[in-house]
């Protein structure tokens, strides 16, 4: 892996303003302060005969139908518009007097191996896919995803950042990802194993002292237990496990908080009778149905990735502009919204939400639910 530009980050000397953490981030919802936001370059979709990628990418498909996808760079076309849709976002968010970080360009063309496996590089479209911040501390997941194992080497320089001006800063053990762990259902789709802690840090929700586990394929429960070990060293955090939920991957394309009290579900993989308890009794959005892009090759995502929408605070959120059904819901619920383009994110796999890791909100440890 090669870094081709380095992150901006203020030099360590400087001291935080008005004494606040360096880092700081409980929820999904209060004022935003800073931000990183991915860049598609390099992005690309790994060999489908990897378990892994297989598990990652088109859990939905047949090992046949698997043979008929497309693999590695993506096309030039898609990485220089989603840079450009991205590019207008940060602008957006830096307008907003929001501190806008980027990812140091990886090379994700380059090969490395384990004493197990072989792989390339993916992407570093989604920061929010592999980094958890829970307050002032930065934990790095162990992906289930062999070709994103050093994925997060492009947020190391602005990770030491914060170290240095004060974060904690952990990491999950890194995973072997042997083929033990990858199994194969009774309909012969890939499934995740137990056979050690693997969870991408795009399964959990934050609401201030309470965090949302889903599992699923892209998160176990060994994954789970090992976050409950971990969050227990840093206070009073209470870990929801959702299971019957979403079986796929990452859950912030079925459940989005919106503000305390007010959740937007996914009624495609949520019932009423679903709900999970924590959130009985909040105010529910029903998604309303979300218009489809024209048929075209297999994606990382399904088209409810347009619900994956970014609360700048809990007035205002950032969504899909070609989605006025859900716009229009939002704005009825007293949500001013920044509508903003993301022509492939469901080619590419992520929505405003999901390419957004976001390291500074004003909020703190609430205890939103009791």
Same mark, same amino acid.
């Given at each position: 892996?090669?870094?081709?530009?380095?992150?901006?980050?203020?030099?360590?000397? &400087?001291?935080?303003?008005?004494?606040?953490?360096?880092?700081?981030?409980?929820?999904?919802?209060?004022?935003?302060?800073?931000?990183?936001?991915?860049?598609?370059?390099?992005?690309?979709?790994?060999?489908?005969?990897?378990?892994?990628?297989?598990?990652?990418?088109?859990?939905?498909?047949?090992?046949?139908?698997? =043979?008929?996808?497309?693999?590695?760079?993506?096309?030039?076309?898609?990485?220089?518009?989603?840079?450009?849709? #991205?590019?207008?976002?940060?602008?957006? #968010?830096?307008?907003?007097?929001?501190?806008?970080?980027?990812?140091?360009?990886?090379? $994700?063309?380059?090969?490395?191996? *384990?004493?197990?496996?072989?792989?390339?590089?993916?992407? *570093? !479209?989604? @920061?929010?896919?592999?980094? &958890?911040?829970?307050?002032?501390?930065?934990?790095?997941?162990?992906?289930? %995803?062999? *070709?994103?194992?050093? /994925?997060?080497?492009? +947020?190391?320089? &602005?990770?030491?950042? !914060?170290?240095?001006?004060?974060?904690?800063? &952990?990491?999950?053990?890194?995973?072997? +990802?042997?083929?033990?762990? !990858?199994?194969?259902?009774?309909?012969?789709?890939?499934?995740?194993?137990? *056979?050690?802690?693997?969870?991408?840090?795009?399964?959990?929700?934050?609401?201030?002292?309470?965090?949302? !586990?889903?599992?699923?394929?892209?998160?176990?429960?060994? =994954?789970?237990?090992?976050?409950?070990?971990?969050?227990?060293?840093?206070?009073?955090?209470?870990?929801? @496990?959702?299971?019957?939920?979403?079986?796929? %991957? $990452?859950?912030?394309?079925?459940?989005?908080? +919106?503000? @305390?009290? #007010?959740?937007?579900?996914?009624?495609?993989?949520? %019932?009423?009778?679903?709900?999970?308890?924590?959130?009985? =009794?909040?105010?529910?959005?029903?998604?309303?149905?979300?218009?489809?892009?024209?048929?075209?090759? @297999?994606?990382?995502?399904?088209?409810?990735?347009?619900?994956?929408?970014?609360?700048?605070?809990?007035?205002?959120?950032?969504?899909?502009?070609?989605?006025?059904?859900?716009?229009?819901?939002?704005?009825?619920? =007293?949500?001013?919204?920044?509508?903003?383009?993301?022509?492939?994110?469901?080619?590419?796999?992520?929505?405003? $939400?999901?390419?957004?890791?976001?390291?500074?909100?004003?909020?703190?440890? /609430?205890?939103?639910?009791?």
């Amino acid at each position: 892996m090669t870094a081709e530009r380095t992150v901006t980050t203020p030099a360590p000397s &400087l001291p935080t303003a008005f004494g606040a953490p360096a880092v700081n981030s409980w929820d999904e919802f209060t004022a935003l302060r800073e931000i990183v936001v991915g860049d598609a370059t390099h992005a690309r979709l790994p060999q489908q005969d990897d378990p892994s990628a297989w598990l990652s990418c088109f859990p939905q498909l047949t090992r046949a139908e698997l =043979g008929r996808i497309a693999v590695g760079e993506m096309p030039a076309q898609v990485v220089e518009e989603t840079n450009e849709d #991205l590019a207008v976002l940060c602008a957006s #968010l830096r307008g907003l007097g929001v501190t806008v970080h980027q990812p140091a360009v990886v090379d $994700h063309r380059v090969e490395f191996a *384990s004493p197990h496996w072989r792989s390339a590089g993916f992407t *570093s !479209y989604c @920061p929010r896919d592999l980094t &958890l911040v829970v307050g002032s501390t930065i934990i790095e997941t162990a992906s289930p %995803t062999r *070709s994103r194992y050093f /994925e997060v080497f492009g +947020l190391r320089p &602005l990770f030491q950042d !914060y170290l240095r001006r004060g974060a904690t800063w &952990l990491a999950a053990p890194r995973p072997r +990802l042997t083929d033990e762990l !990858y199994l194969v259902d009774q309909d012969g789709l890939p499934d995740l194993g137990d *056979s050690e802690p693997v969870f991408d840090a795009a399964n959990v929700l934050r609401l201030g002292r309470d965090l949302f !586990y889903q599992v699923s394929r892209s998160g176990n429960e060994l =994954g789970l237990r090992w976050l409950e070990s971990v969050v227990r060293l840093l206070g009073d955090i209470r870990v929801h @496990p959702l299971r019957g939920i979403y079986g796929y %991957t $990452h859950i912030d394309s079925t459940i989005a908080l +919106l503000r @305390p009290g #007010l959740v937007l579900l996914n009624p495609g993989r949520i %019932t009423p009778d679903g709900i999970p308890d924590p959130l009985r =009794g909040w105010d529910v959005l029903w998604c309303p149905p979300l218009r489809r892009p024209a048929a075209g090759p @297999p994606t990382l995502s399904e088209h409810w990735i347009s619900m994956n929408l970014l609360m700048v605070d809990e007035e205002h959120a950032i969504v899909d502009t070609d989605q006025p059904e859900l716009i229009a819901a939002l704005e009825q619920r =007293g949500i001013t919204v920044l509508p903003h383009r993301l022509r492939h994110a469901q080619l590419l796999g992520g929505g405003f $939400h999901c390419v957004t890791l976001d390291t500074v909100r004003a909020g703190g440890p /609430e205890n939103y639910l009791d």
